[in-house]
């Protein structure tokens, strides 16, 4: 009867102690050139320590996504807005007209925030449009 019950108050024990866990493990992408990030694209208007307004299309990701330690960001901080800068004009106005929606967008080059002109935790360098949906 003793062994039953120790072996019935380990295993809640383990029940307590790992679930937690389990349930906020996230598989964690580490963002390379050419990656693919999903996520709501909209715009963030603010102004540039100088004084210039910056309007900049940001994507407030979906997912757990993550850089490569550099010494403007550190391996172990999600990633959870991207500066998006376009590949060319007809993306750009592609992207104007999916403002409030989840995107798939793929970065030619990834790479930490590193001045007062980049709006976001990252920035995603020559990016397109790879999936929309509403």
């Known amino acids: 009867m003793a062994i039953r019950k120790f072996v ?4 809640l024990f383990l029940v307590i102690v790992a ?5 906020s493990a996230q598989p964690r992408e ?5 990656a693919v990030v999903r996520g709501t694209l909209r715009v963030v208007k603010t102004k540039h320590p100088n004084g210039t307004p910056i309007r900049a299309l940001q994507l407030v990701s979906a997912g757990n996504y993550f850089l490569n330690d550099d010494e403007f ?8 807005k991207l500066h ?7 993306t750009t106005k592609r992207l ?3 403002l409030g929606k989840m995107l798939s967008i793929k970065g030619r080059q990834f790479y ?6 980049h709006i976001g935790d990252a920035v995603a360098a020559d ?3 790879v999936d929309e949906t509403r």
């Open 8 to 11: 019935l108050r380990a295993s």
């Open 19 to 23: 679930v937690p866990d389990m349930a």
């Open 30 to 34: 580490v963002l390379h050139d050419g």
């Open 73 to 80: 960001c550190e391996k172990d901080v999600a990633v959870k």
């Open 84 to 90: 998006i800068v376009a590949k060319d004009r007809d």
């Open 96 to 98: 104007e007209r999916s």
């Open 112 to 117: 930490c925030a590193h001045t007062a002109w």
């Open 127 to 129: 990016a397109e449009i």
